[in-house]
């Protein structure tokens, strides 16, 4: 089964999904399988991370815009932006898609963990996740 | 088919599962197919990598402890300990789930490629990683 | 459907192979699934990338080679040359592995994205790609 979400993020940061994947993995009845989900998108991403305490997300999101400032001398591709090759590097440097098993009609997922989408962008954008399970 | 494996890791680095991995592959008895890995935690990840020269591996882990140190005043995430924040960047730096096709009843590795679970915590735990068959 | 294909590289850098992957999509004539790539090297790479602006591509390969410099002290592991423990750095840092569903018998890319291999050496190399769909 393959269905297409999309989400709207509110801005720059970690944006939780768990629910809306779940959703789907309901909707799809499978008992055991896998669940893989894909962004289309170069300038968003998807991590897997603690959905426990904010303060370790709060954290990622200040190290990564700290390892990739925007404004950086070396960029050439700024036409769309100061976010805009930041965007690209946090991407590449984090998941395009994920693959998630399915055990006993829920993603498998670790007590602590939660599925995000990374907005990398300044602004609220609307996101496609493709999400495929078998 | 679906497995959940419980690894001991020795402590922080890098610890080689391609043994493991390739055991459940020749319990399924899969010809051809796909084996998704998927760990269940924030502070530990997988990743492909050398299989000879145990100074590959050895850098990788000195390079990564050097990209995300301990103690750095960013971190606000503090509570369990220096390791726990550098733990949580180390995991989305690297991946928590991996595809890889099996070919002739075996794992589609290439000649060098081992598969690594990285423990990011200083100290032993217990790791569970879900394998998927199909 | 498991195929293997031998992409020649022409030396560091993000090498297109969107179409390479499209035509394997073809063959297995698969109306809706999931591709699944693995590469089978430690010092290259996959990722998905803006595939229209040519200048976002060299930012980033010239911000990753800054990340990741040559003739780091820090490197012990340097007998096949200075390119080649950088390589296996920049390789754990992006994919390894990448599931893309298929829909409507094409890959699910958005419109902006392409399926690049990344090669870390400097010099030109054959580097395999097994492609599963399922």
């Known amino acids: ?16 999904i768990t629910h809306d994947i779940r959703a789907v993995v309901r909707e799809a009845g499978a008992r ?27 954290d990622l999101e200040r190290w990564l815009n ?9 960029y050439t591709h700024t036409a769309e932006g100061p976010d805009d090759m930041p965007s690209h590097i946090k991407a590449i440097l984090t998941a395009t898609s ?3 098993p399915i055990l006993n009609g829920d993603l498998a997922l670790g007590t602590w963990q939660g599925i995000y989408l990374w907005e990398h962008r300044r602004a609220s954008h609307h996101r496609r996740i493709v999400v495929h399970i078998a």
């Not at 089964?1 to 939780?16: A, V």
Request: charged letters at 25%.
């Open 32 to 58: 055991e399988g896998l669940c893989t989900l894909f962004v289309r998108h170069t300038s968003a991403s998807l991590t897997i991370q603690e959905n426990a305490d904010p303060s370790a997300r709060r």
């Open 98 to 100: 994920l693959g998630i």
């Open 66 to 74: 700290r390892l990739v400032p925007e404004n950086d001398p070396l």
């Open 1 to 16: 089964m393959i269905r297409e979400l999309t989400i709207r993020t509110p801005g720059q940061g970690l944006h939780e």
